[in-house]
């Protein structure tokens, strides 16, 4: 299947590409390292406090990073002038879309295991008991922001004013993504189990599967030149 | 036939001035203001209708890549914009007497704001590619993008709001009960659908004189 | 349209915004011919090219490349083009060797290892084949360039100032391989903004300016004044 192997060819350059260079996951881990310290230094000390706006601090550190590295997605076809080079490659353009979106999940699922990482330890929190409910909302909600993401990150690649339009585009059309994972992620860490989140769960499956088909059959008409 | 589109939108807006002062009863607690709802409610859906135009003119362009369709979508974002943003600033004009603050978020506000941000990107989008058929091809798939959206968000600032939270502040429209609201408020929707018609056929002429005089 | 034109544009027209960069160019390049198109910079060149190669529509006119539209039937030309760009389309990152599979995949071409080691000592760069890019001259990043371009053995080359940042060598050698490229029967318009001598390998030359093809005449009978002249002679039109 030639199609399945373009798309893998995708993936693996830039997986390749990025275990070379490291750009961006440099900026990403560094990025997550001085929110931590920011959110350390604003939130700390009074645990009550911490405790009531961790979901939502938690997110928005996901997001920020996710911003950074989705507004990163096609960077490098930019940098090294190999974004023709896509556009003129023949065949089923979707076939890049889904291989920048699974080195895209790679990238975030890593950022994100970090910044969790980062949480649990400097906030000392306990999530033993959230863990499986939690892995599942951050999976729905990282697919969701990462399918449009990647969409937009191509739309934007070689616009004017690229690094504000892209989260002005992106954020609005995310809420629903943002406010499911938030309220969900709330809910299980105060230990409420996974029936009682169905809904957004629901909402998040939902928005996940119309996000990805309709970013795959539009991306041949980004790609269009 | 877009002359008449104007003579047609002039003559309900004046029907609907008449009746939002005339026949319209003064509402007991709020006053003169609350008359006010009878042009923020129609801008509000209004801006809604011409969203939906927007995106069915996108899907239309993406397939036949037809630049008439364009230019409807592109008007239709220019005059949506316009019409939101009036719906906002009166729907906080009429707040701010009545309950006392200029905004909140409530479910439909902060859906409304949210739209208003989409149709933001929408023109900004537009006006960052120089390339007229790029700009049309990429702004018919975030018109698309934003459209399937809307659902979405309204589902989950609906139950943001609505779960576990007490009830929203401010109840924009009395729609249970008295007909003697509900038809100033048809006359005016009707009156602002019209018009939102007559400007945004003016709009795309003007884009198609724009795009001619330069190809 | 003669029939036998492999790229045939008639008429195309592209405005940006409030300007109108091509005016009504009208090209034939064939098999086995190699057409130097020179312009000021700015002249739209550079737009032309892109228009052949798919990377952007004509705003009017028709420009057909082996008989198949550039607007309709893009996806057909892509197939047959072959396109050495101001950026060489080479991963800083990747090896020679997996650039070109890279490239070779995403074409949807079947390259096996051997073909991959064929190209690249095609162009000079096999011992080069596992270094990374980022350690590559621009020569050897051209060269690069042009063995991905050439992967698919297209029946069209679009060369975008070939020539420019390479050293005398690289230039000969240039020379060199486009020549052996013309007698295999390629079709090739190349773009530069200098009269130098690398318009040796051209067989004609086209002269944009004002939008327009303003000459076009076979290698020889032009000078670098000639062409001076015909810049200058349109800059004073427009202004």
Not at chain 1, 22 to 30: G, H, I, P, S
Not at chain 3, 154 to 159: A, D, E, F, G, T
Request: proline content about 3%.
């Amino acid at each position: 299947m030639t199609y399945a192997r373009r798309a893998l060819a995708v993936a693996r350059k830039d997986v390749a590409v990025e275990r070379r260079s490291k750009e961006t996951l440099n900026a990403l881990v560094f990025f997550s390292l001085l929110l931590l310290f920011v959110f350390q230094i604003t939130l700390g000390a009074d645990r009550d406090r911490l405790a009531a706006v961790l979901p939502g601090v938690l997110w928005l550190g996901f997001v920020l990073s996710a911003l950074l590295a989705l507004g990163r997605t096609f960077l490098v076809e930019r940098e090294h002038d190999c974004w023709e080079g896509l556009l003129l490659a023949p065949g089923d353009k979707s076939a890049i879309y889904l291989g920048k979106l699974a080195s895209n999940l790679v990238l975030m699922t890593v950022v994100e295991a970090l910044v969790l990482g980062l949480f649990v330890i400097f906030f000392d929190i306990d999530i033993r008991r959230a863990l499986p409910g939690l892995f599942i909302v951050v999976a729905l909600g990282t697919f969701g922001l990462a399918t449009v993401g990647t969409l937009f990150a191509a739309m934007t690649a070689n616009v004017r004013a690229r690094e504000v339009l892209f989260p002005v585009l992106l954020l609005p059309v995310q809420v629903p993504v943002l406010l499911a994972t938030v309220k969900a992620t709330e809910a299980l860490l105060l230990g409420e189990p996974l029936g009682a989140v169905a809904h957004w769960l629901k909402l998040l499956a939902a928005a996940d599967v119309i996000y990805l088909v309709v970013s795959v059959l539009t991306f041949d008409v980004i790609l269009e030149g | 036939m877009i002359r008449t589109l104007g003579w047609l939108s002039v003559v309900a807006l004046v029907a609907g001035l008449v009746m939002s002062f005339g026949v319209a009863p003064r509402e007991v607690t709020q006053g003169t203001v609350q008359r006010i709802m009878y042009v923020h409610v129609p801008l509000v859906i209004s801006s809604y209708v011409a969203f939906i135009v927007l995106a069915v003119a996108s899907f239309v362009y993406l397939l036949r890549r037809d630049p008439r369709a364009d230019r409807v979508a592109h008007a239709s974002g220019e005059i949506g914009v316009m019409f939101i943003g009036l719906g906002i600033a009166t729907g906080s004009i009429w707040g701010k007497p009545t309950w006392g603050t200029w905004w909140t978020w409530d479910a439909r506000l902060t859906s409304v704001a949210i739209l208003f941000v989409m149709y933001v990107g929408y023109l900004l989008l537009r006006g960052s590619i120089d390339d007229p058929e790029r700009a049309a091809r990429f702004a018919a798939v975030l018109g698309i993008v934003a459209a399937l959206d809307i659902p979405l968000v309204h589902f989950s600032v609906y139950w943001w709001r609505t779960l576990h939270q007490p009830p929203s502040l401010m109840k924009p429209g009395g729609f249970t009960g008295s007909t003697a609201i509900l038809w100033p408020l048809l006359v005016n929707l009707v009156a602002f659908v019209i018009l939102y018609a007559y400007l945004t056929a003016r709009r795309a002429r003007l884009l198609r004189a724009e795009a001619e005089a330069v190809a | 349209m003669t029939s036998d034109s492999v790229i045939c544009t008639r008429g195309v027209r592209k405005v940006f915004g409030l300007v109108r960069v091509l005016d009504g160019v009208d090209l034939d390049v064939h098999d086995g011919e190699i057409v130097a198109l020179l312009g000021a910079n700015g002249a739209g060149k550079t737009t032309l090219l892109k228009i052949l190669a798919t990377l952007t529509r004509p705003t009017r006119g028709t420009a057909r490349v082996a008989g198949h539209d550039v607007s309709r039937e893009a996806e057909a030309v892509r197939r047959v083009i072959g396109v050495v760009a101001h950026g060489a389309w080479v991963y800083d990152d990747l090896t020679a060797r997996e650039n070109l599979k890279f490239w070779a995949t995403l074409g949807g071409l079947d390259t096996r290892a051997d073909d991959v080691m064929a190209a690249l000592a095609g162009v000079g760069l096999e011992r080069a084949a596992d270094t990374r890019v980022r350690t590559f001259s621009a020569g050897m990043k051209r060269r690069l360039s042009l063995a991905r371009a050439m992967l698919a053995r297209p029946r069209v080359l679009l060369l975008d100032e070939p020539f420019a940042g390479l050293d005398q060598r690289g230039k000969k050698w240039l020379e060199g391989r486009l020549e052996a490229l013309k007698a295999a029967g390629a079709a090739m318009l190349l773009v530069t903004h200098s009269f130098g001598r690398e318009l040796g390998v051209a067989d004609r030359l086209a002269v944009l300016a004002g939008g327009r093809i303003a000459l076009d005449t076979p290698r020889g009978t032009l000078t670098a004044d000639d062409v001076q002249r015909l810049y200058a002679a349109h800059t004073e039109e427009t202004e």
